[in-house]
């Protein structure tokens, strides 16, 4: 995996390429703990994201919840894939996909 | 039937992916049904390798079997850790909102949503699970 950020003021991209597995989602997940700092409006682009497992649906879940109280979070460019397993356990109902 | 065991460590999880895929693709198996099996394949590994035998470090076996008319795989997961059924875990439900959705029990979910059957007992101190997948 593989991660791009890039921040105009309070406004936060972070491309996700490749897998959000188990053994990735923990970079991640400890990439956000810092970054996610004064965002507002934070964009996922998984536009070169081909797979997710439950570990990476467990990070966006926690930043979700984080984003609620701090601003807004939005997912973009989601892959056929990886929005199967989104409907799957629901969380294409707690998340704004565009 | 082929098996492979490698010690249950997350590093090992790509060792067992490769095996199972090569052998899909051997079979022709679509693009989509060999990544929900990888999926598949990802959350129980890492259950095993998380759990089983923690602290400390053990065994996993993992055995492949096709059938014909229908095709079908069928997927075999064997540890000797702890006495441990996933199929009694609670399932998330999926339909509460964001603050009462809590972020555990989604592995083994995802798991029963993409095989069609699957099976658990514990026979000689083994944590035997065995799934089939029609494709």
Known sequence: M???????GSALTIKVIGRLDAGSAPELSK???TALNDVTDLTFDFAELKYIASAGLRVLLVAQKRMNKQGSMKL???SEAVMEILDMTGFANLMTIV | MERITVEAVLENLQTV???ATEKLEARDCSMKISMQLELVIEEIFVNIASYAYHPEIGPATFCMEFEENPNAVLM???DSGKHYNPLEADAPDTTLDIDRREVGGLGIF???KNVDEISYEYTD???ILR?????
């Not at chain 2, 799934?131 to 494709?135: G, I, P």
């Open chain 2, 17 to 19: 992916i490769d095996f």
């Open chain 2, 110 to 112: 995802l798991v029963r």
């Open chain 1, 31 to 33: 990439e956000l703990t």
């Open chain 1, 76 to 78: 973009i460019n989601v």
């Open chain 2, 76 to 78: 075999t997961f064997i």
């Open chain 2, 125 to 127: 101190g083994k944590n």
């Open chain 2, 131 to 135: 799934m089939k997948k029609f494709f």
């Open chain 1, 2 to 8: 593989e991660i791009k950020k890039e921040q105009q």
